[in-house]
């Protein structure tokens, strides 16, 4: 039966990574995949991981399976970690997920369960898992426009009018902060109008916040989310520790449902109790108990603070750097957004050409549609980029 199988598209991000690998030259430099680097180039462990590791090996007696929803004491940290005080606790209901991608995955589910015929509203450009697992699971999807080409800001009219087309009984996917792949974000007043235009509709919103913590603070990065969460009456929220606690590969995040009144609640969890159950059965504990670790104690909390907030302050210099060093080589404000961009990724907004050009040319690895992470430079690297750059022609 096996001969029956296509090759499947190749994910491009992942694709970039294997290329960047097999090139032999020194002076590469890698702005692919979405993970945090340091100045050295190393993906740290948090020094709070760590020591919530060595606490869990001390104390854990047991790796005996955790119920299907996971552990509550990381669900209930993580909600407060997302929402604060912003929504009354009896109305959520939040499940441990395979990473932020089993988290989409579910709560795509979940909304397909809930209405075969709903079509699913993501941003264009968004980031590219979510279209092939729409597509593998034969959701509808319909885009709204975004990111405005010409200001590398978003071209919120645009994306209003096109979410004027959707239907009562539809989905509305956002990125709750540091867009993915382009850098730019809704402002809190835009937040409030997307959030209107969401209950004059009858939509129901999915955030994706995957980088908490990594654009202008953990409570800063939350409050569009948090906005959206208590203005709708019902909502999905798919989130993330992979970035935040730089715990990729422990595959750890969260589905949060928020529902309209009190009595649904506890459906709404059996329901992705049992999502979980017909995937996987039991979500992996080891990363939600580091993460439950850290949030639950009041010096492991506080020294992971200190230290995202370190990486996010090193994100925002660089991109300082980057964009000061572009007004010096062009005499002009041409790559001013850069700096105004927030997150790991900003969108250069140059045509495939360039970018393969600064590939193959200059050994600057980017996603083919100029998606550059920013985390991948240091200040030895950053004139460099500039340079090739305009070198490339941009
Ligand atoms: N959503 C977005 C927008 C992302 O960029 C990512 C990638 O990091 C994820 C979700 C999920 O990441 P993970 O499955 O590694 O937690
Ligand atoms: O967009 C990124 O680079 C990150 C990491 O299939 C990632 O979100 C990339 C591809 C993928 C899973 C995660």
């Known amino acids: 039966m096996f001969e029956t199988l296509k090759q499947q598209p190749a994910d491009k991000i992942l694709q970039l990574m294997l ?10 430099i890698d702005l692919g995949v979405g993970v945090y680097k340091n100045a050295d180039g190393i993906t740290p462990v948090m020094r709070a991981v760590k020591a919530a590791e060595k606490r869990i090996w001390d104390e854990q007696t047991t790796k005996t399976y955790t119920g299907l929803t996971g552990d509550t004491a990381f669900t209930g940290g993580m909600v407060n970690l997302l929402l604060g005080d912003a ?58 426009r975004y990111f405005d080409p010409e200001t590398r800001g978003v ?52 955030i994706d916040i995957a980088y908490q913590g990594f654009g202008d603070g953990l409570e800063e990065d939350a409050a569009g989310t948090r906005l959206v969460a208590s203005s709708v009456p019902e909502c999905l929220i798919a989130s993330s520790c992979s970035k935040n606690f ?10 949060m449902a928020i529902s309209a009144d009190i009595s649904r609640r506890a459906l709404v969890l ?16 080891h990363g939600a108990r580091i993460v439950s670790t850290i949030l639950n104690d009041d010096a492991l909390r506080a020294d992971w603070m200190a230290e ?16 000061d060093e572009l ?68």
């Open 19 to 28: 290329m960047y690998a097999d090139d032999p030259r020194d002076q590469k």
């Open 87 to 144: 929504v009354a606790r009896d109305m959520i209901s939040a499940v441990a997920t395979t990473g932020g991608t089993g988290a989409v995955r579910l709560g795509f589910e979940l909304i397909k369960m809930m209405n075969p015929k709903a079509r699913i509203w993501v941003s264009d450009p968004t980031w590219p898992n979510h279209i092939a697992i729409l597509n593998y699971l034969g959701i509808e999807i319909k885009t709204y």
């Open 155 to 206: 071209d919120f009219d645009a994306m209003i009018e096109d979410l004027k087309g959707a239907q009562a009984g539809d989905a509305v996917l956002l990125h709750g902060c540091c867009h993915n792949p382009t850098g730019a974000n809704l402002n809190l007043v835009q937040w409030q109008e997307v959030a209107d235009l969401l209950n004059d509709r009858g939509l129901l919103p999915m």
């Open 246 to 255: 730089g715990i990729y590969r422990e595959r750890t995040g969260m589905l």
């Open 270 to 285: 059996d329901t992705m109790a049992t999502l979980n159950r017909l995937a996987y059965s039991f979500p992996p504990d």
């Open 308 to 323: 995202l907030e370190d990486v996010r302050l090193s994100m925002l210099g660089l991109r300082q750097q980057l964009a």
């Open 327 to 394: 007004q010096r080589l062009t005499g002009s404000d041409r790559f001013a957004f850069l700096a105004g961009h927030r997150g790991m990724f900003s969108r250069l907004g140059v045509s495939p050409e360039i970018v393969e050009r600064l590939r193959t040319d200059y050994g600057v690895y980017m996603v083919g549609d100029s998606r550059m992470n920013i985390a991948g430079l240091n200040s030895r690297t950053v004139p460099i980029l500039a340079q090739a750059i305009v070198d490339a022609g941009a």
